[in-house]
C-alpha cells in the first residue's frame, strides 16, 4: 500500500508560479511511474507530467512551462509551474502506479487568476 501527501498549490495570477510536493509512503522504485495530473471544472481528470527512471514526460499544454522532478530516495515528486495561464485552474493529483495498481492524493486546488 502506499499513500500519497500533497502540499503545495494555491492562488497565483497569471504569469506566475506555483509548486507542488508530493511525498508517498512505503517502497516506490525509480522505475515506478510517478507524477501529476489534474482535473478542471467540468473536465476529465489529465495527464500533466509524469516520471519513471529520470524520464519526464508531459502533456503538450504544460510543455516548456512546467517541470517535474523527483528524488527517489525521499520517494518525493515535485511539479514546478512557470508562466501559469488561467486554464491551468484545476485541482492537482499525485499518482503513483506501483505494483500493478494507481495511488492518488487527495489534490490540491491550484487557481489562476486573469
Known amino acids: 500500500q502506499v499513500q500519497l501527501v500533497e502540499s503545495g498549490g494555491g492562488l497565483a495570477q497569471a504569469g506566475g508560479s506555483l509548486s507542488l510536493f508530493c511525498a508517498a509512503s512505503g517502497v516506490v522504485r525509480s522505475s515506478d511511474l510517478m507524477g501529476w495530473y489534474r482535473q478542471g471544472p467540468g473536465k476529465e481528470r489529465e495527464m500533466v507530467a509524469v516520471?519513471?527512471?529520470?524520464?519526464?514526460s508531459y502533456a503538450d499544454s504544460v510543455k516548456g512551462r512546467f517541470t517535474i522532478s523527483r528524488n527517489n530516495y525521499k520517494n518525493t515528486v515535485s511539479l514546478h509551474m512557470n508562466s501559469l495561464k488561467v486554464e491551468d485552474t484545476a485541482v492537482y493529483y499525485c499518482?503513483?502506479?506501483?505494483?500493478?495498481?494507481?495511488?492518488w492524493g487527495q489534490g490540491t486546488q491550484v487557481t489562476v487568476s486573469s
Open positions: 516520471i519513471a527512471d529520470d524520464i519526464p
Open positions: 499518482n503513483v502506479q506501483w505494483r500493478g495498481s494507481n495511488y
